[in-house]
């Protein structure tokens, strides 16, 4: 879940390939506790790897965004697949995954 250089900090925590209903939960916690361990105050991630998804995928990344928000640091999310921005960008939600 977590990219890095030899004996350096994470990158980036990095999305699953998946995040449909069944696997959002699991993903918000790993990704709380990777948030909630990260050295710095940007957090990143990843979402390259992001092939099959729903809209639980947005949920996710949007309760990550105000929980990291909320301890003061900021998040960074890149390699958004074209098709979950299409899809944020129907729920009128954008903006707010931008960084």
């Known amino acids: ?3 890095t250089i030899a004996n350096a900090a994470p990158v980036a925590l990095i999305l ?6 069944t ?3 699991a993903c918000l916690d790993l990704l709380r506790l990777g948030a909630q361990s ?3 105050n940007d957090v990143r991630i990843d ?8 809209s639980s995928a947005l949920a996710v990344l949007l309760q990550v965004k105000r929980e990291v928000r909320s301890s003061g ?3 960074t999310i890149f390699g958004l697949p074209k098709q979950l921005q299409e899809l944020a960008n129907l729920y009128g939600i954008q903006n707010v995954l931008e960084n």
């Open 47 to 54: 979402a390259a790897a992001l092939n099959k998804f729903d």
């Open 73 to 75: 640091k900021q998040l």
């Open 1 to 3: 879940m977590t990219e």
């Open 16 to 21: 699953p390939s998946t995040v449909k209903h």
């Open 38 to 40: 990260w050295q710095g």
């Open 23 to 25: 696997e959002a939960a």
